[in-house]
């Protein structure tokens, strides 16, 4: 990396920690969509710096710490104006004085609801898995690509939604009093896991800590990050342990094991911003139609319901060699984070207007969350926010569930709002500012 680089990644650490701190003492709490989306982004990118030349990779490009300062101090500037906007217009004044007229339903209704859908949802999905699994001589099979297509295909594509919400909304409500709600996420957990993707399973752990926080208005402390980074990477080795636990049961007990999942790990972790860096720097683009373009595979799927289209796939098609390592060899990915894809497959264009809308979308929700104090609302926006902090990653958007489950979460809250508002009980509030 040259002197230009090395500059411009300490602008981009300096930008993203004053940005973060001014949202901070904007909103009084950590978790803004700007934060989420910037500091894992930056905190890998450094990770990256730190690594490329112990693994001899492509050297961090100049283009790719430029499009990050741009674009992500665009988007948290998008995000400012929103709640200008909001701010002047007191677009969310109705919300507000619902909430300030008290009229509150104590969550044993929707912890009812919630756990009936869940336990009947998890006990379906784990049915099937091991009533599929015995169709197959080997047990190892379960982590293939034939038996996860089964198993998570057609109705328990739905069943597995439902085990995602139910798991965020048992875990981001827990409390001293009502510990029975870690069992009813373990158990709504359990069939996520079997799906051995991490970031399906790492999604409602993340969207869950969040959702904690904001009910219980506790900002981020160090200590968070040391559990959260514990947490993930116990995530990570228990997903491979299986995997090879399941075909080889001494495989756990190798010591070689577990320094190839290691190297797996920063493989993962760097893997969206070293295939973008790639991928500039060998003036790459994966430019595709609307309608062949999987960033809008969920749009085009739903319109093609219809009739109207045809059907396309919402995994990006293009791979990227990022590198070899000493325990894993050659290593190719299809993932190029958040940016990165809408960077290659859209254009500057179309990239920079869809950043636009997102932080419009996503603050939006952020907001309504943190003024309404409705469980609802916020499981909407942590579930879909969690999506931002693994965006170093991946662009999670392109993936249908996630909008089913918006949308399966907006029947709820609109049930709510006809009938009568559900708050959290006991709740610290959230300091927030006046609209």
Request: net charge positive; glycine share 6%; proline share 3%.
């Amino acid at each position: 990396m040259d002197i230009f680089s090395l500059i411009l990644l300490i602008f981009l650490c300096l930008l993203v920690t004053s940005l973060s701190y001014i949202d901070k003492k904007i909103y009084k709490f950590a978790f803004t969509p700007f934060v989420l989306l910037s500091v894992p982004i930056t905190i890998i990118v450094f990770l990256l710096y730190l690594i490329q030349f112990k693994y001899n990779l492509v050297n961090i490009n100049v283009k790719l710490l430029i499009i990050y300062i741009i674009f992500l101090a665009w988007f948290w500037l998008v995000g400012f104006l929103t709640f200008l906007i909001v701010k002047k217009g007191r677009m969310f004044s109705v919300i507000k004085n619902r909430n300030e007229s008290k009229i509150n339903l104590g969550l044993k209704q929707l912890d009812y609801i919630i756990l009936t859908i869940s336990f009947i949802s998890s006990s379906l999905l784990l049915y099937f898995f091991f009533k599929n699994s015995v169709n197959y001589t080997e047990f190892g099979s379960v982590v293939q690509e034939d038996f996860q297509t089964r198993y998570s295909g057609g109705i328990n594509f739905y069943f597995r939604m439902v085990c995602m919400f139910s798991t965020v909304y048992f875990l981001g409500t827990v409390n001293k009093k009502s510990k029975w709600r870690i069992f009813a996420a373990i158990y709504s957990m359990i069939p996520i896991f079997l799906s051995f993707v991490k970031g399906l399973i790492l999604l409602p752990i993340i969207a869950s800590f969040i959702l904690n926080k904001m009910i219980k208005g506790n900002n981020f402390k160090f200590l968070n990050l040391i559990i959260g980074i514990a947490i993930g990477i116990g995530v990570f080795f228990g997903v491979y342990l299986f995997e090879y636990g399941v075909w080889d049961l001494s495989l756990i007990f190798d010591f070689n094991t577990y320094k190839k999942i290691f190297e797996k790990l920063i493989v993962y972790l760097i893997s969206g911003n070293q295939s973008f860096n790639v991928n500039l720097t060998n003036n790459n683009s994966f430019i595709q139609p609307m309608l062949s373009n999987p960033v809008f595979a969920p749009f085009i799927n739903f319109i093609s319901k219809a009739g109207l289209v045809d059907r396309i796939d919402n995994i990006p098609s293009n791979w990227t060699f990022i590198g070899s390592f000493p325990e894993i060899g050659h290593s190719y990915v299809n993932t190029n984070g958040f940016i990165g894809t809408l960077w290659l497959y859209c254009g500057p264009l179309i990239s920079f207007s869809m950043i636009t809308i997102i932080s419009i979308v996503f603050y939006l929700l952020f907001l309504r969350a943190l003024i309404s104090k409705s469980i609802i609302n916020m499981l909407v926006y942590t579930i879909l926010a969690a999506t931002l902090a693994l965006g170093w990653f991946e662009y999670y958007l392109l993936h249908p569930f996630l909008y089913y489950i918006w949308i399966l979460l907006e029947l709820l809250n609109f049930w709510v709002l006809i009938t009568r508002r559900i708050v959290w009980e006991g709740s610290k509030k959230v300091k927030g500012f006046e609209i």
